[in-house]
């Protein structure tokens, strides 16, 4: 798996789950190693491989169904595919798996061309899943309607996140950024959702009033476009791409304020991991509040535009830093309580 939301809030509870009572083995579409694959390895998980999904290829459903034929030994089947979980949860029941769960993470999806069949086979999850699971009550509103689901929380370890200058200093150095420069962070994958190009138009008007520099942590299919725009903007010295990266804790100790000018979102890991580290986050109206477990979330809306956003941004960047642990493990956060909770849910099942 590669590093994204999805895949960390996954690697949280299989880190913190006792892997001598349950096992995580995962079931990917895509043939190449991935960033996690070593790890998930050496705590003892399996990865199995199918072809790039797709409901109407006979070679594809083929693959599936006889995956679960050849492995009558998993007794629960965990798809995190959101609308398309309908498809594997389907051939898991054809097998006889009892356990069937569909987990939500959105409260939304493109409305690109796929955005229909996407619909169509999330309407088929009620009647295919046995248990629905969502990141919060949006997604879970959203991808199940009426139907009942249980909310399992996008924990996180929150001890690595506390704010400490010593780190800060640190990671400022090892990115060439000063000490007294505003560092405007955001943690997430390029793609239509995550607005980076919005966020690029607002760091475009703080940039021309201050000295600043915009830290962008991930990739994707649409990074090619953001940093061409980037350019065209003639930004380039104050824009920083790290890509895909292992330390983002301590990238987050380099930020001054998070921003989060999303789209969509269900409740974002990386939002909880900035509250975690003390930092103000900026949020649009496209991501839920109840992502908010500390105070200093402030949302705003997209119909703002940039320049009202980029005035709130300088302005949240002022508030202190502070060690937000204990209000992350109040909110139900902790890593540790919720894998806990998970292990006795898988046990019981």
Request: charged residues 30%; negative net charge; hydrophobic residues 35%.
């Given at each position: 798996m590669n590093r994204g939301g999805l895949e960390t809030m996954l690697m949280n509870y299989y880190r913190n789950i006792d892997r001598t009572q349950v096992q995580f083995d995962f079931l990917v579409h895509r043939q190449e190693r991935a960033?996690?694959?070593?790890?998930?390895?050496?705590?003892?998980?399996?990865?199995y491989r199918l072809p790039r999904l797709n409901p109407w290829s006979r070679s594809y459903l083929n693959a599936l169904n006889r995956f679960f034929v050849e492995h009558p030994e998993y007794k629960i089947v965990h798809s995190h595919l959101d609308c398309m979980s309908a498809i594997p949860l389907a051939a898991a029941k054809r097998a006889g798996v009892p356990v069937r769960i569909a987990h939500s993470h959105s409260s939304s999806q493109d409305r690109d061309l796929k955005y229909p069949i996407k619909l169509y086979y999330k309407r088929k999850i009620p009647a295919i899943a046995t248990d629905l699971f969502a990141c919060g009550d949006s997604a879970g509103r959203w991808m199940f309607g009426q139907n009942t689901f249980s909310i399992i929380n996008n924990a996180i370890d929150a001890k690595r996140y506390i704010y400490n200058p010593m780190t800060r200093e640190k990671e400022r150095k090892k990115l060439g950024i000063r000490d007294n420069t505003l560092v405007i962070g955001n943690v997430g994958r390029f793609s239509y959702p995550k607005n980076h190009d919005f966020l690029v138009e607002v760091f475009y008007k703080i940039i021309g009033?201050?000295?600043?520099v915009l830290l962008l942590v991930g990739d994707g299919e649409l990074r090619p476009a953001i940093e061409k725009k980037v350019q065209e903007l003639g930004i380039e010295e104050h824009v920083i791409f790290t890509g895909v990266r292992d330390d983002v804790p301590n990238l987050m100790q380099a930020m001054d304020v998070f921003v989060f000018p999303s789209h969509y979102e269900g409740v974002p890991v990386t939002l909880i991991e900035a509250q975690a580290s003390g930092l103000p986050c900026m949020i649009s109206d496209g991501v839920p509040l109840e992502c908010k477990k500390t105070d200093l979330v402030q949302q705003i809306s997209l119909s703002e535009g940039p320049k009202a956003w980029a005035i709130a941004v300088v302005a949240?960047?002022?508030?202190?830093?502070?060690?937000?642990?204990?209000?992350?493990?109040k909110s139900g956060y902790d890593i540790?309580?919720?894998?806990?909770?998970l292990q006795r849910y898988f046990l019981a099942h």
């Open positions: 960033a996690y694959d070593d790890e998930i390895e050496s705590l003892g998980g399996k990865i009033c201050c000295d600043a949240a960047a002022k508030i202190p830093r502070s060690n937000t642990s204990k209000a992350i493990k540790v309580e919720n894998a806990q909770a």
